[in-house]
């Protein structure tokens, strides 16, 4: 591994340089075990914890296949599907590799016994399968996370409509918690060149999914002037929507839990701010009862934030705790566009606000390869910047993803993998230079 991280430092490093590398048989990566899915049954959700289900082993490198790629991983983040993968809620991710398994010899490298886990990857390519034409060893890359066979017409349009759809370090394995990757090739994009190594990975998933959900037509659609109302708008998703929605000339009102959140989102230029804490919405009087004076309360306080008017779009996440609301605040023909459940699936909403109002509830899910390209093109070009707020050191993965589910955390949580310190990677200065204010906004907070 000291040798693929020497060519990496070096500058000089050519692409025969790193093809004549040789691998390493084992790597270092976050797991969980799949003899351990049951340690938390009868624990509550809350009190799960990241720390004891997530291990650092050494693992096997995979055998790479057509169409596949290694990549030495020089930074990766937490995401919260590390969170539900480490608490085994709502269900143990080995159900997804052994149904992965089941589709071809190939896939069926993916079942094992231990969960390589991670959606977000930056680093540089060491090895491409047969068929791989457009990247080569020794190219900066980061990855996004969507893994479709494309073998059926229904994905053909759309890939995030593959039947056989899934989120890489997710429902499969050998995902970027780790020091080598297995990835399929059509995940791959330039790593922007502004940015360190941990800046670079940290977007990745959160940002390619505000950006299907909030600003592609198979979202939201958003439009000038719309007002969007964004939950957790400092969180992972909500600070790459804020972002969208300043950009794209929205006026976004963020939710937000405390001042240090609401201090972040005017650090990003907006100005409508709602700190749910403060202000101590109770959506639900009991476990069964929703309180509709409580909707009204946050649609009064909307109002107060734009001269009268109502929210064209909502940008869902929260769920259970939240939907009720969240139908009943957006204005009449205005679209709840909805990507999870934190607080609970079911969801209830008095459907009188829905269809009398003509509102529309759509479901959004990652993005799809074009998506994913569109919202990484808008890093790279500094046009929104990463959203990291700490970075952590591989063996201290169970931490971020501790702090990620006690929602502790800011913005997006990184990771270094091989990077042996933060700063390393910046190839463009001069653009870095530009946005460095925005780049940093999310630190020391
Ligand atoms: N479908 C997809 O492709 C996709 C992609 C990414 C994420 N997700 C899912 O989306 C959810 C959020 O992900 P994330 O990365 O944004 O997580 P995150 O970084 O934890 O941010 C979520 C924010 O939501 C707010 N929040 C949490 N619980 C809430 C509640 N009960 N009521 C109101 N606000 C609440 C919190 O902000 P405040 O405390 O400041 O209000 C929190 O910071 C997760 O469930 C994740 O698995 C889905």
Known sequence: MKDI???????????????????????????????????????????????????????????????????????????YNSVWTSIFEPVSTFGFLERYGRLSPLTKRHDLPYHVIGSDLSGVVLRTGPGVNLWKPGDEVVAHCLSVELESADGHDDTMLDPEQRIWGFETNFGGLAEIALVKSNQLMPKPRHLSWEEAAAPGLVNST???????????????????????ASGGLGSYATQFALAGGANPICV??????????RRMG?????????????FWKDEHTQDPKEWKRLGKRIRELTDGEDVDIVFEHPGRETFGASVYVT?????????????????????RYLWMSLKRIVGSHFANYREAWEANRLIAKGKIHPTLSKTYRLEETGQAAHDVHRNVH??????????????????????RARHIDAINRFRNV
């Open 5 to 79: 991280l020497d060519a990496i430092m070096a500058s000089e490093s050519t692409a025969a340089d790193f093809a004549a590398l040789s691998l390493p048989e084992s790597y270092r990566a976050i797991t969980v075990h799949k003899d351990e899915a049951g340690m938390f049954e009868g624990v509550d959700s809350r009190a799960k914890d990241p720390r004891k289900s997530l291990h650092l082993d050494e693992v096997p490198v995979p055998e790479l296949g057509p169409g596949e790629a290694l990549v030495a991983v020089m930074a990766s983040s937490v995401n």
């Open 270 to 282: 907006a100005e409508a701010i709602i700190d749910r804490t403060a202000e101590n919405y109770r």
């Open 210 to 232: 505000a950006y299907r959900q909030l600003v592609s037509r198979n979202g939201a659609g958003m439009k000038q002037g719309d007002n969007v109302l964004i939950w957790g």
């Open 256 to 265: 937000v839990s405390s001042p240090q959140k609401a201090e972040i989102c």
């Open 331 to 351: 204005r009449k023909g205005g679209t709840i566009v909805t990507c999870a459940s934190t607080s609970g699936y079911n969801h209830e909403y008095d459907n």
């Open 410 to 431: 800011q913005g997006k949580v990184g990771v270094l993998a091989l990077a042996p310190e933060e700063g390393l990677g910046v190839r463009d200065a001069e653009l």
